[in-house]
């Protein structure tokens, strides 16, 4: 029989299930279902409609982050790039009278241009990307709070207010657009030959180089990519709201990687999943609206993220550290 | 007859997996005296040293310090007990002085305590003066040249009063002259009393400076010579034994090369690593490769390869001179690199075999950029068959692979791309004898299939048994092109170690 | 003799505390405003604080890792502390439970970072959120705009003086002569060293890394604790705000004064000097009226900067050695 002895001497077969990977369905399952018995708010269109809605302003993020960390790398920018797109649009649009379909694209260049200057410090210099998108994290917070500050508290004006409210259906686009996303990209990661290079430099860097992929420009597209989808985010949140908003984004990052280490993905890179990290953001979203439901002030939000957090990566670190670091 | 011996080692077997690294190994280590561990990669060496520090435990048998048994494998407790080595990769505090390197526990007190800095760089003043080093106690180590780190870390573990002290490969990476002090200091160390296990594998420095040699061969003890009394020509052949012949293919008769040149160096360099080296790969031979730690062997590898490139000198690929190349091109030209770490590198060791397999033919196995996953699967068994892979499926990741399957698999997801030539380092490192076998029959087919092979080996059985030509690295440059009946062992280390 | 001379002047202290005089004296000369005593007053009050948070956070820094949560610590155990007193609550329990606060959040980040082996840097975010919305939670409501103290044995704690500077400052100094010393010659303070520059070595040499990892994060939330409590009682009242975004602003300040992320290196009264080059930073921007946003941008590009500088330098000692 041709089984291995492993240097282990673990059999395979226990090994081969990864019960793991299936938790975050059952974990949603089980606390949309407890919320939905508990109060009977929960369960009712509105709520419901408003908390997915809620996901498809901010699916766009999870996305740029996932791809990220499947390679090992984050991105802590994309908070205030998101908040930088937004006002940057609205200052276009507002003062300088550009038209929206024009304004739209100048911002996304710029976003994107903000990722590759990312991308550029953490390829070429190869540093810790944890570290240099803090910096530039608070470098764009900057940047945006000050353009908030310059418009002062102005309200957008309404073709920039009306992307967010277009509807299909009556049914707002972004929650189609999220997803046709999910299961188009989900797809291309599972079985496209360019996605699948994220998983390989993912999971040994040096091996990929070795093998003919070219790590640095890969690395540089997606952190190009995260800083696109970040402004696109960020654009779509702004004409939502309408006006400008201080400290809009601000702990997007933290949700972001929340929502996809609870969704599989891993700080050590080489694992995730486009569905899970929509359901790991489905879940927070679920566990917010619960707060709400029973009346816990807003306040706590940050704590429970916080905590979520801090629960997720304990086990990524439990289950994917491969030797001792500190 | 008066036991002499500090260090007893009575049976020691030690097993991972399949690999019996070590078996029933007895013999004595003798007080304050330099004992030498001679051995072939894979011969046991490493395992037998991690024994006695006390990281690994053994299978069976026991280890006897200083007449009671050591129980407990934690290199702390090693330490503690008097037992210490000194690493390759250094285990030095880079950022601090000599004396602070030197006395890691605070043994200097003033009378309130305190860290007495002053007292401490007096003692590491009169310590390297009695070694007569002419090294300032208050230098950042980091400052030191590698010779200079090896011997503070020495001085550590005499100031922490070790009473047997390893080395591995103290002078890797060395010149003349650091070997010289780095000699007489372990002499002195001897002359103090203390006992120093030397393992190293240049052989006219280990008959120089041990007292005692002893011989391992594929895990078993072989026998325990005398320096004084023992030559090379005898080392070599307890060593390298005869039976080992019979294990390695027969030597093919050399091969007429086909003349095109594939890979050309002329006049690389790399400052520290390189000078003016000049090499040439033919179609359809195995050019062999080989040189002591530090003669610049594994930046060679990379250069070859395009991992790193060279500061003055010329890379022709097929005869076309290039700039800046990266592996993908490499790649593209028909080239392929095996690590010689698999662990580090060369496997994705949490993806599947057949992901694996495809990633540097991810173009071939997909249709129009989609994954043909089928053809991954087939493209996957191919090479499990051809290679006799023992895997329960492809979709087996290989962590859970023993290292002779993990290392036929690396070997499968280079050969699977139909190079014109394969970069092999250290092919078959760390792997029992059966795949070992098996591996070296894999490579002699490759040129008849028209690929051409450089193998970078420490191995010297396996470079005499699979090359048609054999180079040999000594300090930066080539020292010597060896073919035919001129590759033997005596010939190659003569030029690597400097005779 | 000279060599100490000589390392002394390519250290990365002596070049912060040479832009600390020089930017001091274009200060002095070039502004009529920057002379007088409410500077004084107000140099201490900013400097104080944020140096001895600083010396905790340099300790974690040599030891090769850092706290992102000191901010919120120090904003938590002021309001908490603030609270419990206004609540008619004894004064001196409720500091003790303030300075509780501290070492209950440095144990927590030194147990996951020491024991459980997650990243530094995604942990104390973490708690450093919790901090925050905990700081939101309890401010919450009428709270909002502060919970006033009016206790006196409070309130002499920060706005007291001694010779005709504040508590605040006083205690500073002798925490980070303390702190120096410590470092420098005892056996405990060393050990820091060694844990940053070599963390592996260190533990097969005998020294306790968990143990005094653990230690350490204790220590550095215990002073931000104990700092936010100091300047709380200063201003006499509890802020919602207190601590936000201070952490960046240390780590920076800690960078500055010698301190490196991959440990080992800096000294504790580099990071007073980083403290104060960048407090006359802030200053010079006060001056020249460049709004906060610009200081934001600023800080944010000296990060960038100095993290891809030590990348840089690390990169290049990577390929003195031959890696790829």
């Known amino acids: 029989m041709a089984t291995a002895t492993t240097t282990t001497g673990k059999r395979l077969k226990l090994h081969e299930v990864n019960w793991g990977s299936y938790s975050i369905y059952m974990v949603n399952v089980l606390a949309i279902v407890l919320l939905a018995l508990t109060r009977k708010n929960f369960p009712r269109y509105p709520n419901l409609y408003s908390l997915v809605f809620g996901l498809s302003m901010e699916f766009l993020l999870v996305l740029a982050t996932t791809f990220l960390l499947i390679m090992g790398e984050v991105d802590l920018s994309i908070g205030s790039v998101f908040a930088f797109a937004g006002v940057f649009t609205g200052y276009l649009v507002a003062n300088l009278e550009l038209p929206i379909w024009v304004s739209i694209p100048i911002t996304l260049c710029a976003t994107g241009i903000i990722g590759l200057i990312n991308g550029t410090l953490v390829v070429r210099l190869k540093a810790n990307s944890l570290m240099i998108t803090i910096g530039t994290m608070i470098l764009f917070r900057g940047v945006a709070d000050g353009l908030i500050n310059f418009l002062g508290g102005i309200t957008y004006p309404s073709e920039y207010r009306a992307i967010a409210g277009f509807k299909i259906f009556s049914v707002h686009f972004t929650i189609f657009l999220m997803l046709a996303a999910v299961i188009i990209l989900e797809y291309l990661l599972r079985n496209h030959a360019a996605f699948k290079k994220l998983f390989y430099i993912g999971s040994n860097t040096l091996s990929a180089r070795l093998y003919g992929i070219r790590v640095d420009r890969v690395k540089l597209s997606v952190f190009a990519a995260s800083g696109v ?71 706590w939000t940050n704590v429970v993220v916080g905590i979520v957090l801090i629960i997720a990566i304990f086990v990524d670190t439990r289950i994917n550290r491969d030797k001792i670091e500190y | 007859m008066v036991d002499n011996s500090i260090l007893l080692l009575q049976d020691i077997s030690k097993s991972y997996g399949p690999v019996k690294a070590l078996k029933a190994v007895s013999f004595a280590i003798n007080r304050g005296e330099i004992h030498a561990i001679l051995g072939e990669n894979g011969a046991g060496k490493s395992t037998l040293v991690k024994v006695i520090k006390g990281e690994t435990r053994p299978d069976a048998g026991r280890l006897v310090f200083e007449g009671s048994e050591i129980k407990v494998a934690d290199p702390l407790y090693a330490n503690s007990i008097g037992i210490t080595m000194v690493h390759q990769e250094l285990t030095i505090f880079d950022d601090l002085t000599v004396a602070e390197n030197i006395f890691p526990n605070n043994v200097f007190r003033t009378k309130l305590g305190l860290t007495d800095k002053r007292r401490m760089r007096l003692q590491s003043a009169e310590q390297l003066a009695l070694f007569n080093l002419h090294i300032d106690p208050a230098e950042k180590v980091a400052n030191l040249p590698l010779a200079e780190q090896r011997i503070v870390e020495i001085l550590r573990a005499i100031a922490l009063k070790r009473k047997l002290i390893i080395l591995d490969e ?183 075999s057949a992901e694996n397999m495809a990633c540097p033919q991810l173009g071939k196995l997909s249709r129009s950029r ?121 010939k190659i280390m003569s030029l690597a170690a400097g005779g | 003799m000279v060599k100490v001379l000589r390392n002394l002047f390519r250290s990365k202290e002596f070049i912060a505390i040479f832009l600390i005089i020089v930017i001091f004296l274009i200060l002095s000369f070039g502004s009529t405003t920057f002379l007088n005593v409410t500077t004084f007053e107000s140099f201490q009050t900013s400097i104080a604080p944020n140096a001895i948070i600083a010396t905790g956070m340099m300790l974690l820094l040599i030891s090769g890792v850092f706290d992102l949560s000191v901010g919120s610590v120090m904003g938590l155990a002021g309001a908490i502390t603030a609270i419990l007193i206004a609540s008619r609550f004894p004064v001196l329990p409720s500091i003790l439970v303030g300075l509780g606060i501290g070492l209950v959040f440095g144990f927590f980040n030194g147990f996951l970072v020491a024991y459980v082996g997650v990243n530094p840097l995604i942990t104390t975010l973490g708690t450093m ?41 006083w205690i500073m100094l002798i925490i980070v002569a303390l702190a120096q010393f410590l470092t420098l010659r005892t056996d405990a303070g060393r050990k820091l060293y060694y844990i940053g520059s070599n963390h592996e070595a260190a533990r097969l040499v005998g020294i306790k890394v968990k143990r005094i990892r653990v230690l350490t994060f204790m220590l550095c939330s215990l002073l931000a604790a104990f700092t936010g409590i100091l300047v709380t009682s200063y201003f006499g009242t509890s802020s919602i705000i207190l601590g936000t975004n201070l952490e960046l602003q240390i780590i920076i300040s800690c960078l500055i004064g010698g301190a490196s992320i991959a440990g080992g290196k800096g000294l504790v009264v580099g990071s007073l000097a980083g403290v104060v080059f960048m407090t006359m930073v802030v200053s010079v921007f006060n001056i020249l009226e460049i709004g906060i946003y610009w200081q934001n941008i600023i800080v944010g590009i000296i990060l960038v900067f100095i993290v891809a500088l030590d990348a840089y330098l690390v990169g290049r000692r990577k390929k003195a050695l031959g890696e790829v």
């Open chain 1, 229 to 299: 989808l970040a402004g696109l985010a960020g654009i779509l949140a702004a004409s939502r709201s309408g006006q400008t908003v201080w400290n809009t984004g601000q702990g997007l990052e933290f949700k972001m990687i929340t929502a996809a280490i609870l969704g599989g993905a891993s700080l050590f890179g080489g694992k995730g999943s486009i569905v899970k990290s929509i359901l790991g953001l489905l879940l927070i979203a679920v566990i917010l609206n619960g707060l709400v439901m029973f009346n816990i002030n807003p306040v």
């Open chain 2, 170 to 352: 103290p002078t890797a990476g060395l010149n003349e002259s650091e070997t010289r002090i780095l000699i007489s200091l372990v002499k002195r160390l001897r002359d103090e009393g203390i006992t120093i296990i030397y393992i190293s594998h240049r052989i006219a420095e280990v008959l120089e400076i041990s007292d005692r040699i002893t011989i391992l061969r594929d895990g078993s003890y072989i026998s325990t010579l005398q320096a004084e009394k023992a030559s090379t020509a005898e080392l070599i052949r307890l060593m390298v034994g005869r039976e080992v012949d019979l294990l390695y293919a027969k030597k093919q008769p050399a091969r007429k090369t086909a003349g095109e040149c594939l890979l050309e160096l002329e006049q690389v360099t790399k400052s520290g690593f390189l000078r003016d080296v000049n090499l040439k790969l033919y179609r359809e031979e195995i050019l062999g490769i080989f040189g002591l730690q530090g003669s610049g062997v594994e930046k060679l590898s990379q250069i070859l390869y395009g991992l790193d490139s060279s500061e003055h000198g010329v890379v022709r690929v097929k005869g076309r001179a290039t700039g800046r190349r990266d592996t993908d091109e490499m790649l593209k030209s028909g080239f392929v690199y095996l690590n010689d770490n698999r662990k580090k590198a060369g496997l994705f060791l949490d993806m599947s």
């Open chain 2, 370 to 490: 989609f994954l043909n996953k089928k053809e991954m699967f087939r493209y996957t068994d191919g090479f499990i068959r051809k290679f006799n892979i023992i895997i329960p499926s492809a979709r087996t990741k290989p962590k859970a692979l023993s290292g002779g399957n993990q290392q036929k698999l690396m070997f499968s997801v280079c050969l699977g791309t139909e190079p014109e030539c394969v970069i092999l380092n250290e092919p078959t490192r760390g792997i029992d004898v059966g795949a070992k076998a098996e591996i070296h029959r894999f490579i002699l087919e490759l040129p008849r299939n028209r690929t051409s092979v450089i193998l970078f080996s420490s191995e010297l059985p396996e470079l005499i048994s699979l090359c048609d030509r054999v180079v040999v690295l000594r300090a930066s440059s080539i020292v010597g092109e060896l073919m035919g009946d001129d590759i033997n062992e005596e």
């Open chain 3, 129 to 169: 959120y919790i901090g925050r919305g905990l700081v939101k939670a309890f401010m919450s409501g009428d709270r909002r705009y502060g919970v006033p103290v009016k206790a006196p044995e409070f309130l002499i704690l920060g706005q007291g003086k001694i010779l005709g500077v504040y508590h605040i400052f």
